[in-house]
């Protein structure tokens, strides 16, 4: 599987409770109802190691497809531009709001 990691800050006028809400309402179910989307999960965090240098991070999502073209695919659905259009009035637009990598590896040690 192709798997990305993203980490997300909210807007700081936008409530926590707010972000939450449209993340796993409006945001999510986009990807969620992608074809291409084999994966998708969403975690809430509660950042309590900030030193203050950078926004405290909100959530991390897990995205997988089945290959990178799959993922390419999805990301010029008509959905998913809405999407991103939407996450405009909730999700912080720089590097430091909006970050995805690639997972490369993963290790489970438990």
Not at 46 to 55: K, L, Q
Not at 69 to 77: D, I, N, P, S, V
């Amino acid at each position: 599987m192709f798997t990305l990691m993203t980490i997300i800050r909210k807007k700081p006028e936008i409530t926590t409770e707010e972000f939450r809400q449209f993340m796993e309402f409006d945001y999510g179910p986009t990807y969620s109802g992608l074809p291409e989307t084999r994966e998708y999960v969403q975690y809430y965090l509660s950042d309590i190691m900030n030193d203050g240098a950078e926004p405290a991070i909100d959530a991390i999502v897990r995205i997988s497809f089945d290959s990178p073209e799959e993922m390419q695919k999805a990301l010029l659905a008509e959905s998913y531009k809405r999407a991103h259009k939407l996450r405009e009035g909730f999700m912080q637009e720089t590097s430091v709001g909006i970050h995805s990598a690639i997972v490369d590896k993963t290790v489970r040690l438990v």
